[in-house]
């Protein structure tokens, strides 16, 4: 079964606005990964935030974590339609190497 | 610098056959991956491999075998192909999840069994 759920399933902004995706996790995590998957290829790492950590910035990327919710947050700010793509949220339990993955957001960026 | 590359990138197979998908890395990683990735379904995890000589079940193993070949090398066998197993399979290796680079994936291998 999926650890993470993403939120919206599908989100169509335009070229300068924010997007802003969600993620819900069931079980406690070491960390939570956010990853991009451009159509057709593979996915690419781009953030991760650790257990302890409330907020990390990468560049136009702002992500939020809330144990107590079991959920994260992803913004792109000033979205350009390079952003467009399906954005992955993944989570590793306790004592485990492994990441389980949500079912993504499709992000479509118009310019 | 290849990263990590996965061989057939296509792959068509009729009910009952065998094949094996290819998966190489050269970042020196301990942790190497398979997973399956479906319409809705996001991806889930078929086996993976913790350290060389080391192979362990995910969510969904049934139908496959995998071998850890060394530390580069790992491949995924299906032994009889059905069609519920038309997906797109990637690969992915980490040095160590606790580190900030998290997984290095491979481009996918289309596989359609008809």
């Known amino acids: 079964s999926q650890q993470g759920e993403e939120d919206p399933q599908a989100l169509s902004i335009q070229e300068g606005e924010n997007a802003t995706m969600n993620c819900s996790y069931k079980?406690?995590?070491?960390?939570l990964q956010w990853y991009r998957q451009n159509s057709g290829r593979g996915l690419v790492h781009l953030i991760l935030i650790r257990s302890n950590e409330r907020e990390k910035h990468s560049g136009r990327l702002r992500v939020t974590l809330d144990t107590s919710k079991k959920s994260s947050s992803l913004l792109i700010t000033a979205s350009r339609a390079a952003d467009t793509a399906s954005y992955f949220c993944?989570?590793?339990?306790?004592?485990?190497?492994?990441?389980?993955f949500g079912t993504g957001t499709r992000l479509q960026v118009f310019p | 610098n290849a990263g990590v590359t996965q061989t057939p990138k296509f792959q068509v197979l009729k009910t009952g056959q065998s094949m094996t998908l290819q998966c190489a890395q050269d970042?020196?990683?301990?942790?190497m991956y398979w997973y399956r990735q479906d319409p809705g379904m996001g991806l889930r995890l078929i086996y993976y491999?913790?350290?060389?000589?080391?192979?362990d079940k995910g969510e969904v193993p049934n139908g496959y075998n995998v071998s850890r070949l060394n530390k580069r090398e790992f491949s995924l066998r299906l032994e009889s192909a059905a069609p519920s197993q038309t997906s797109v399979y990637f690969c992915a290796s980490s040095e160590q999840i606790f580190r900030e680079g998290g997984y290095t994936f491979g481009s996918g291998t289309r596989l359609t069994v008809v």
């Open positions: 993944a989570t590793d339990g306790l004592n485990t190497d492994k990441l389980i």
């Open positions: 970042m020196n990683h301990n942790s």
């Open positions: 079980t406690s995590i070491n960390n």
């Open positions: 491999s913790a350290s060389e000589g080391t192979t």
